[in-house]
């Protein structure tokens, strides 16, 4: 079974930066796909960005431009750098993984709120 311990989340002003990190462990190989999701209160969990094993990155629209994510193969590690944050990218945000047999694993989620 893969952890994934999440971290970096908090409070910012809308127009700035975070970081979120997800460092994963038990896994013996590289992911088939590790990323980002969130909820938003009373909505839908929802891709934010996501990495595949061929090194393929998708975005939501909405945050396209403004979140970059990015990994440490060396510390089975993904960043998410997240700028221009607005009120609306308010949410619980949470790592996810896939392993090369398709089994998915969550992390516990880290609060972000954008709001002055």
């Known amino acids: 079974q893969v952890q994934l311990v999440e971290s970096g989340g908090g409070l910012v002003q809308p127009g700035g930066s975070l970081r979120l990190s997800c460092a994963a462990s038990?896994?013996?190989?590289?992911?088939?796909?590790m990323g980002w999701y969130r909820q938003a209160p009373g909505k839908e969990r929802e891709l934010v960005a996501i990495i595949t094993i061929g090194g393929s990155i998708n975005y939501a629209d909405s945050v396209k431009g403004r979140f970059t994510i990015s990994e440490n193969n060396a510390k089975n590690t993904v960043y998410l750098q997240m700028n221009s944050l607005k009120p609306e990218d308010t949410a619980v945000y949470y790592c996810?993984?896939?392993?090369?047999?398709?089994?998915?694993?969550w992390g516990q989620g880290t609060q972000v709120t954008v709001s002055s």
């Open positions: 038990g896994a013996f190989f590289r992911f088939n796909a």
């Open positions: 996810y993984h896939r392993n090369y047999v398709g089994n998915s694993s």
